[in-house]
């Protein structure tokens, strides 16, 4: 049987004739450009997590653009950006003007290291993007004191995180701004492009909503300049169909997960990675291979409600990684690598300054050990069966 890493259909499929009413009522308003459906969707999902303010726009792309033009960042500024994270953290920064400055991550949970962004503070820097990764949350705390201390604006990137919390507050509400996706990879998938930013800041969503439509107040007045980073009013009624069920899709990602984590710490050479090695590799290494770990699998801090948007693994070892992706590939098991190249590894970024771009060895070793595997909500569980026999077949075959 083959499974794959994502099957955006059975999630849509069973939604069909509701989404064909949310098309008929747009169809019928022949209202294409905001209005009606946009202001619903962004009053329900700034209920749903608990924000004053929800702009919702083209993509999470341009939120995460829109939130930096929000906030003034550009030419001469520096913001901390994890170098282990999707290209749009750092690129938007780059298309301000400012400089995206590097940050090494954590080895348990992948997100960024305050320590590493403190150390890498100048008197330039004026804003951090955590990225909270795969659905987990960053260090809040930590990234929160160190932002008050250098009065550094923080813009959560919280794209594939939509729903997850930490120390029971939604990510995204937590810094000045967040921003979510809607990619359909994403734990709220659309139709297409769409993302959001949110905030409970009431003049930084008033000037967000004003760049939203090239920075136009009232029309065709324009004070400043912004872009076009409007969400259609058709994906915002189809993803109005799908915002009441996200709690239930994360929690079955969960499901999943957690049944990943039972059953394939049960082989051998797999360990969980332990919450108490954040931020020291070398004392994690230590301990994994004390255990004779070969899969490190991944692992929710307490404080965290996990939304695994990625059930993400560590395959340890020279050329493992490769070999357990080829294995699933010829078992027909869908799997990827989120992501094989640090941003500071990124041709794009070789002209930044030297001191942008320091070396972030952890997010180095994951960049090659990574694997993830389906984990998608309606993930059916022979599918599930199938990717954990896959593995042990190769932990069978690959002893060294
Ligand atoms: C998906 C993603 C984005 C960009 O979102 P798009 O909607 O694809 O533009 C930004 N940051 C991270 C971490 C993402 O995963």
Redesign the pocket.
């Known amino acids: 049987m083959s499974v794959r890493l994502l099957d955006v259909n059975a999630q849509n499929h069973p939604l069909a004739p509701r989404l064909r009413e949310a098309f008929d009522r747009v169809l019928a308003s022949g209202m294409f450009i905001m209005g009606a459906e946009v202001t619903a969707f962004e009053e329900e999902s700034a209920r749903a997590v608990g924000a004053r303010h929800a702009i919702a726009v083209s ?4 939120a ?1 653009l829109l939130a930096l033009m929000a906030m003034d960042i550009g030419p001469g500024d520096e913001v901390l950006v994890p170098t282990f ?2 290209f ?2 750092a690129g938007c920064v780059s298309r301000t003007g400012a400089t995206p400055v590097f940050v090494d991550v954590c080895p348990v949970c992948f997100n960024i290291d305050a320590n590493d962004a403190r150390a890498k503070i100048t008197s330039r820097t004026r804003a951090i993007i955590p ?1 909270h ?1 795969f659905g987990q949350c960053a260090d809040m705390d930590a990234i929160s004191a160190l932002a008050s201390e250098h009065h550094l604006r923080i813009i959560e ?1 919280a ?2 995180s939509m729903g997850a919390r930490y120390r029971g507050q939604s990510c995204g509400t937590i810094g000045q701004a967040g921003i979510f ?3 359909p990879s ?1 734990n709220l998938g659309g139709f297409g ?3 959001m930013m949110v905030t409970n800041d009431d003049a930084l969503a008033a000037r967000a909503r004003r760049l939203r439509n090239h920075g136009m107040e009232p029309k065709y007045h324009h004070h400043e300049i912004g872009g076009n980073f409007r969400i259609d009013a058709l994906q915002a009624a189809l993803l109005r169909v799908k915002l009441p069920h996200l709690p239930d899709y994360s929690a079955a990602r969960a499901a999943n997960a957690a049944h990943y984590r039972a059953e394939l710490a049960k082989l051998p050479g797999v360990v969980s990675a332990d919450p108490a090695d954040c931020r020291c590799l070398a004392d994690q290494e230590t301990r994994l291979d004390a255990a004779g770990a070969r899969l490190v699998l991944p692992v929710a801090y307490p404080h965290n409600d996990h939304i695994w948007n990625q059930f993400t693994l560590r395959v340890r070892g020279s050329g493992e990684r490769d070999r357990l992706r080829t294995a699933l590939d010829n078992a027909g098991i869908g799997c990827e690598v989120y992501y094989p190249l640090t941003l500071d590894q990124q041709p794009c970024f070789a002209g930044l300054p030297e001191t942008a771009r320091q070396p972030c060895p952890v997010a180095r070793q994951l960049a090659g050990e990574v694997l993830s595997l389906p984990v998608y909500p309606e993930l059916p569980a022979d599918g599930r069966a199938d990717v954990i026999a896959a593995i042990a077949d190769f932990l069978d075959r690959g002893g060294n």
């Open positions: 993509s999470g792309t341009d995460l994270t999707f749009a953290t990225v990764l990137d794209a594939q996706s809607f990619f994403k492009d769409a993302g």
